[in-house]
Structure formats: C-alpha cells, structure tokens
C-alpha cells in the first residue's frame, strides 16, 4: 500500500513549456485534491475532484487544467509554465468516514519554471 | 471555516512531551479539529483529529476543552524526528468537498 505517489519528484521547465504532473493513489478514495506551496507559506488548493469525472476550481486554479483519468489517477497539468508557477505541488486524496473526511499527501514535485 | 491561532514556534527537550496549543474560539458545532504536520518540505502528514471527546493514536493525544475554543496536541515522547512544522485546522467535515487550510502553523523543534 503506497498511498498517494506523485511523479516527477522534481521538474526545471523554460518559460512557455508544457508539462503533466501526475498523482496515484491506492486507498480507493473517492476525493482528490492538488494543492501548491510557496516557500514560507501554507498550502494553496489548485483543483479538486470529488469523484472520478468530476473537476472544480480551487483558490488558484488560473493556469492549471486537471483529468481525473479514473478513480485512482489525478493529474495536473501546466500548459504554457510561467515562473510563477514555480512551486512544491502536493497530491491529496480524501475518505469522507463517520469520523469526517481525512485528507493523506503524496510527497510532492517540486517544479522550477526559469 | 473557523479560523486558527498558534504559537509560531516552540522547542522541546528529546524524551519529553510537547504540547501545541491552539485556540479556535469561532469553532462551530459540526466543526472538526484537525492536525497535520510537515517535516521539512515533505508533504503533510495526517496525525489525529477530533470533534469533541479527547482522541488518542498511535501518534499523539488530542485534547479539546469542554468549550471546544482551543485544544492541545500531545506527542508524548517527543523525539529529534517529530522537529516539523504543526498545523491546527479547523472545517466542517461531513462535505469532501473542502480543502485543508493551512495557516502558518507551529514550528516545532525537538532538542538533544
């Protein structure tokens, strides 16, 4: 059981290119999540899926498009990087229990946009 | 969501236990008490949370006050690897929908 695996761990890109961050998980959780982290500060939610074939817009979904592929694959995906966009991009997936839902991290990528 | 006060930083002695504050006096009745933690730019870990009654894992000890505006995280025996960053968040868990707000959190550091 590896949890939520995220792939590249880290990721130089030029201005303008394009790139797939791509996140998996194995629990069977119904709720995915992308968040981003700038240096110093807390977790920003980019875009979220609350079940396989449905997306929505986080706080910062602006230069981002998501596929929730299936139920266990979520990916991210940059389609013209900006160095704004350079960041620690963190997967979650969620199961919502008796107890309230529960969100686990993958490890993160961290990308860097020159 | 409610919002989340927290000490910016703390320091423990190894073998010791560490307890993290946190207040949350805006908390509403079907808010849950959650904490995360993260050590050095992994990606946050899942520790406990609670919605009234104190909780305990294999982790740490949650513990919220009959009024339910602050709480305290436990680590019993804390060691050089339980330095991180301790997030308190506060939402409403019954929607998956919600994301996890992260303030700034506790900066935890555990010494020799």
């Known amino acids: 059981n590896a949890g939520v695996t995220q792939t590249p761990k880290f990721q130089v890109l030029k201005t303008g290119q394009s790139m797939t961050l791509q996140c998996a998980q194995d629990m069977n959780h119904n709720s995915m999540y992308w968040y981003r982290q700038d240096p110093g500060m807390g977790l920003r939610l980019i875009y979220y899926s609350a079940s396989e074939g449905t997306t929505d817009k986080g706080e910062v979904p602006n230069g981002y498009n998501v596929s929730r592929l299936n139920k266990r694959e979520f990916s991210l995906r940059l389609e013209s990087a900006a160095p704004s966009q350079t960041s620690v991009y963190f997967c979650a997936s969620s199961v919502l229990l008796g107890r309230g839902e529960t969100q686990y991290f993958g490890p993160g990528t961290r990308l860097l946009v020159l | 969501d409610a919002k989340t006060t927290q000490p910016p930083s703390m320091d423990c002695a190894e073998g010791r236990a560490a307890n993290l504050p946190c207040n949350h006096s805006?908390?509403?009745?079907?808010?849950?008490v959650y904490w995360y933690r993260q050590i050095h730019s992994q990606g946050p870990q899942y520790i406990i949370h609670g919605l009234k009654n104190n909780e305990t894992n294999e982790m740490a000890s949650l513990i919220i006050t009959e009024d339910r505006k602050s709480s305290t995280l436990i680590l019993p025996h804390a060691t050089l690897r339980d330095t991180a960053v301790y997030y308190c968040i506060v939402r409403v868990a019954q929607d998956n929908n919600n994301d996890m707000r992260f303030g700034a959190g506790t900066r935890l550091t555990v010494k020799p």
């Open positions: 805006t908390i509403s009745g079907n808010e849950y």
